[in-house]
């Protein structure tokens, strides 16, 4: 145990060391000059700000305990953090810790519990026991981004299937980090212990003497240095300790100890460590022990804040963030003030913030048109596919350049303009970029096609070389009527269009073919009607049917027999238009019998009556037809046929043809 002298002489020495510090700053001009504030007035979700982090891209992440807060240099984007979807870690009893992985995924550890939060989707995800198919006790996130379980005295790191086990007496583990290719793994009794690849443990080490480390083995928080250093904060009853452990040499060093609560622990890229304490913060150098105290910060309208500080960060742009217990965000950079118009060349890099269809703002899983244009927040948009009607589009980017944003100057270009770098400013014509460093790109009316958008950032306008580079492709779908596959169908159509074509063009003329044969067969037709009429009232032969007067098929009759045959004809040709003319009638008005009629006409003409009587009206019909002056009903009516079909019919069986046929074949004829 460590004797109260030790102990109460250790807590002097350190409040002298302190109030040291903080005359030296006081002293001192070269402090940070301002602190801008951000808190709900500007849209962060709470006043109280738990813990920060700083994304890949450049923003700022706020855990206020109910929200997660993202800001962009323009504008905070929250996350509400429900009370169901935690966790339950029962090994954890440190402060608030936040991890980002390389899927983008915030996790957020509290005391006995942990949530997750998507930041490609701004979505809390659901955990539960069964997240990850075991019981996990505790849980950590590497410098490398790799994912660590602690089950009992079992380390396993997802997805790689390296299994770490305690060593005995270890202790409860508090961290996990990896330096080159040895993970080292930090437990509550202050030691560490390190891991080859396979799994091996290769060291053990402890700051402590004895039962020391009982003063301090509440909460642990490391962070790694540059040339092999981790740099680790531990509380506990005893107050809080500030430790570095060189992993080369395997040795420890105490670099402050102080008889408060130290909150937050950070290293900058040139190994200033800065730690967070309920009276402001420190900032060190581990190099050589100077450490300064800033406990009253300046605001930028020369009021000072005394503020206890929750948590910092330092950005890449070389600004102080620190998160606060009820004052929200303060800022500081090493740039100059506000109103300083000199230039200022700071890395900086393009945010998508926000994307626009027709004037408004996309939104993440939202339908558009039947279909989810964005599925990730816009600072992880690589690709958009429009539809045909959504061809008006603007993109907006920001940049961390929060203290002189009207200094930050843009450089983009388009396959949608010919893929030409623009640069614009503030000062730009058109106001693309406006006075708090935002810069609006619209695209409107855009053609079906494939377009490339790429856009830099800078301070400095002459300087663009190793500036980073935002990508965006985005796809204008063409309408379906003009889609490979409509365009597929459109030839399949026109082919089998001009197949059709083809195949009624050969139809048509086999039936023009058909129906010249037809009319010159009919002509042959008519022309033999013609001449069998002809020879009828010439040369007073029979001509019916299939009975000519040239010794084909007919017969010569005798005079007596002719003479019979003209009383009969001529009967049935003054009775022609009387329907209800019959053979009867016939055989009356010749003085006979019906049967003799038949006996003699079958005998000498090979018909019936019947027969014979519709062959002299389908004659005189054909006459009439010839002669011209009436239609195929009037000659029907005329010749005692009942209706023009009958007589069609008829007709067509007499002589080949119909009488409509015969009737144009004639006029055509005459004509």
Known sequence: MVSPVSFAARVW????????????????????????????????SSNRVLQMAQLADGRMVAYTGGAVDVYDGQRFETVAIGRSGWMPLPAYGGHTHLYIDSLDRLWIKERGRMARVSLRTMRQDTLSPGTFGRAVHDFYVDSRSGLWTVTGDTLSCLGSGLRLVSPRGAGRVQDIDVCGRVVYVFFDTGGVAGYGPSGRLLSRGSPFAGEEWRSYSSTSLVVRGADSVFYQVRMGSGGSVLLSYNVRSARWRRLMECPHALHTLIVTAAGTLYVTMPEGYMSIDPATGRRSHYAALRLPDGTRLATGINTVCHDREGGVWLGT???????TSPLSGLFDTS???IRVSPILASVYLHSEPLQVGKSYGGRV????????????????????????????????????????????????WHTLTADSAGGLVDDRGALYLPFVALMPGDYVLEVMASTNPGRWEGCDVRRIEFCVLPPWWLTPLAVALYIVVAVASLAAAFVLYGRHVRRKAARKAREEELMQRVKTLTERLSAYEGDGRVVLGETTGDGGQGQQLSPAEAEFVSRVTALVRQNMANQGYTVEQLASDLCMERTGLYRKLTALLDKSPVAFMRSIRLQRAAEMLAGGGRSVAEVAEATGFGSPGYFSKCFQAEYGCRPSDYLQAENGRKG
């Open 13 to 44: 020495l350190s409040a002298f060391l302190l109030a040291w510090g903080v005359l030296r700053l006081e002293a001192q001009p070269g402090g940070p000059a301002t602190y801008y504030t951000l808190n709900t007035a500007n849209g962060l």
């Open 325 to 331: 217990y009820d004052r929200g965000l303060l800022y």
């Open 373 to 420: 244009l964005m599925d990730v927040a816009p600072p992880y948009l690589r690709r958009l596919t429009l539809a045909h009607d959504q061809n008006s589009i603007a993109f907006r980017f920001s940049t961390m350049n929060y203290v002189r944003p009207r200094s930050t100057c843009y450089r983009y270009r388009c396959s949608a303009d010919g893929y030409r």
């Open 343 to 345: 230039p200022i060349d």
